[in-house]
């Protein structure tokens, strides 16, 4: 984003502000309260600064210059306000031009400030009619300001004690108090205006007037309650400063950052903390005055019993005012989190499934097409609610990750209609926390207890192969051959009284069989644990890779583990030796086995040509199974072109 430049005039404008506020200050420090040299030295400052903000964005916005023309006067009447305090303390000249200066330059502020209120945000009028309101301030700042100036009971402005420039003959009491009602009728009217914007206004107008709604309700309780409180307590001193301060900052983001911050969150939390405050003061005063009247306002126990009492009623009140307030000033946020806290008081009393929060936040965010998609592991793709890969995010919509102790957990996909939407779902999204966390366990677990019935099956399957194949191999090798050494058996019996040689020969081929039927079944038994393991896991690997027709490198120590463990190690390491030669057409194989703690990972990786994935049949598929059995896990990374790597943890607590 560009960083906004001022331009020629308005940051002129705004150098003689501020030069004007650096010289007013220093001359009245001292020589009046602290909070009215600086609080009225930072409005004007804050409020040129907005002007000259806005004009850097849009040059002929008539807002930013109403802003910026609007302090100036006021900064000057600091500026003489200061010189008079001098003046007055130490004898400067020109003490009694430099007080009517600051005395006349408060009221001519007014018609712009009412220009404010019927120009924003557009710079333009509701209706023509509307500027007979802009016409009826400026008549009755015409009336009042010579009421004012030339009133002879104005002396308390002066050192002097009296209004050197007073006019007897003149009804200045008449002509201020009459120009004065005109100028509050015509805020008045302006506020009016301000109210049939706001109800007529949608979309980005909408939003800037929540923001210009807000600073002005602000200024219109604000100056009526310090003018009515401006004799009871200082603070009412105060009270203006601020309020006049926030306007135009509220219009300054209004106008150039209207959808950055939740302006409903803003409005809602500012009426709920005022009408708290005013309850508590209520209750603080009702206690004061009952308990002093019993035992004395000047107990230390009054005091502490109307503060317990104002703390346990803010405790009580806060939340029932808030979600009152809610569902006034932010009915969309209000009635979705209902809805979401609607559908946990179900699931608490049984009366839901945690996967029916899906349902729940389509309710709630009214979008009948929004997805809930979980996260079982953080390098895995989510699942749907079923426990399988979840279908590709359309490209219109878009995707909210939902974090749980700083872990995604699940994904929302969705189609907002407008940033409302969006500032929206992450409260939604807390408010279903629970929920979300719950169906994502349920998932979790659905599919790992489908993983144990299709691994269970697959064992099922490869077992009944094996026997099948077991059986036919017997039945067509080694029982034909045996059945064969019979037959020869026989005839070598007929044949031993006849013709011994021919005896011998065919005795020879009888041999011959049973070293055959005894290699066969030797074969048989490929499967059981292999009777090299008794020397150790280590041994027996190395004597696996003397066997190899490629190169393999063994990294074992001579640790032993439980005789399951080696197996089931003996039997990732043949193979994965076995898919690195027949498949992978590799060069070179390292085959490693460690132990990490309370895990066994052995690996074997080799510089074949890659692209090996578990399938079906009963080939890595059926090692996975036999892995998990023992609570492992087997790992395969295989780029094609780049070889592979078959990793299988296997926990071993002993």
């Known amino acids: ?30 020589l009046e309260p602290v909070w009215d040299t600086l609080l009225l030295a930072v409005s004007s400052t804050v409020t040129t ?21 609007q302090d100036l006067p006021d900064a000057l009447g600091d500026l003489a306000q200061g010189w008079g305090l001098r003046a007055a303390d130490q004898g400067w000249p020109l003490g009694p031009p430099a007080e009517f200066v600051a005395t006349a330059s408060w009221l001519p502020t007014a018609p712009l400030a009412v220009a404010v209120l019927l120009l924003f945000p557009t710079g333009h009028l509701l ?113 203006p400063a601020l309020v006049v301060t926030a306007w135009p900052i509220a219009i300054c983001v209004a106008i150039l950052r209207y959808r950055l911050y939740d302006v409903d969150l803003v409005i809602s939390r500012t009426f709920t903390y005022a009408v708290l405050t005013a309850v508590l003061a209520i209750v603080y005063a009702v206690v004061v005055v009952v308990l002093g009247a019993v035992v004395g306002r000047d107990s230390a126990w009054v005091t502490a019993a109307a503060t317990l009492l104002a703390a346990g009623a803010f405790k009580l009140l806060h939340r029932r005012v808030q979600v009152r307030v809610d569902r006034r000033f932010r009915p969309e946020r209000h009635d979705a989190l209902d809805v979401v806290a609607g559908f946990v008081e179900e699931l608490r009393n049984d009366r839901a499934d ?4 899906v349902d729940a936040l389509r309710d709630a965010l009214g979008d009948p097409a929004l997805e809930l998609r979980f996260v079982l592991q953080p390098d895995e793709s989510p699942v749907d609610q079923r426990g399988r890969p979840a279908d590709p995010v359309e490209a219109a919509s878009e995707v909210y990750a939902v974090r749980r102790g700083g872990l995604v957990i699940a994904e929302v996909a969705w189609s907002p209609d407008d940033d409302a939407d969006r500032r929206l779902l992450p409260a939604v999204v807390a408010a279903a926390g629970l929920p979300i966390e719950m169906a994502r366990l349920r998932v979790e677990l659905r599919r790992r207890l489908d993983e144990v ?91 696996l890779a003397s066997r190899s027709p490629v190169p393999v490198e ?31 057409r590799a060069d070179q194989v390292v085959l490693r086995v460690a132990r990490q703690d309370s895990v066994v990972v052995v690996s074997v990786a080799d510089d074949g040509v890659g692209g090996a994935a578990a399938g079906g049949g009963s080939g890595l598929t059926g090692l996975s199974d036999r892995v998990a059995a023992h609570g492992g896990r087997l790992r395969i990374e295989s780029v094609r072109g780049s070889g592979t790597v078959l990793s299988a943890e296997l926990p071993c607590v002993s």
Not at 51 to 68: E, F, K, M, Q
Not at 354 to 357: G, L, R, T, Y
Not at 566 to 572: D, G, I, K, L
């Open 1 to 30: 984003m560009a960083v906004p430049r001022l331009r020629p005039l308005p940051g002129l404008l705004l150098a003689l502000t501020v030069l004007a506020e650096l010289v007013a200050v220093p001359l009245s420090w001292g």
């Open 49 to 69: 600064a907005a002007g000259a903000l806005i004009l850097s964005r849009h040059p002929r916005h008539a807002i930013g210059w109403l802003l910026i023309v």
């Open 127 to 239: 209706a023509r009619r509307w500027s007979l309101v802009l016409g009826l301030s400026v008549i009755g700042v015409l009336m009042a300001e010579p009421g004012w100036v030339l009133n002879p009971e104005a002396g308390s402005e002066y050192d002097a004690g009296h209004n050197p420039y007073a006019v007897v003959w003149l009804p200045t009491n008449v002509l201020f108090v009459a120009g004065f009602t005109i100028v509050g009728v015509s805020l008045l009217a302006a506020l009016v205006a301000v109210v049939i914007r706001f109800r007529a206004s949608s979309g980005v107008e909408r939003l800037q007037m929540k923001w210009f709604a807000l600073a002005s309700g602000a200024l219109a309780v604000g100056l009526p309650l310090a003018g009515a409180l401006w004799w009871v307590t200082p603070i009412a001193h105060i009270i």
């Open 354 to 357: 945690p996967e029916a929060v």
């Open 453 to 543: 019935d299709a691994s269970r099956a697959r064992i099922v399957a490869v077992a009944d192969e094996e026997r099948r194949r077991i059986e036919r191999d017997l039945h067509d090798g080694a029982q034909q051959r045996l059945v064969s050494i019979g037959l020869a058996l026989r005839h070598a019996q007929h044949q031993l009284g006849a013709d011994a040689e021919d005896a011998r020969r065919t005795l020879d081929g009888a041999v011959v069989e049973i070293a055959s039927a005894i290699e066969e079944l030797r074969e048989l038994a490929h499967g059981l644990r292999p009777t090299l393991l008794e020397a150790g896991l280590g041994p027996a690997l190395r004597e």
């Open 554 to 584: 063994v990294s074992a120590t001579g640790d032993r583990y439980p005789p399951d463990i080696e197996a089931a190690a003996y039997f990732v390491a043949c193979e994965g030796l076995t898919n690195a030669v027949k498949h992978a």
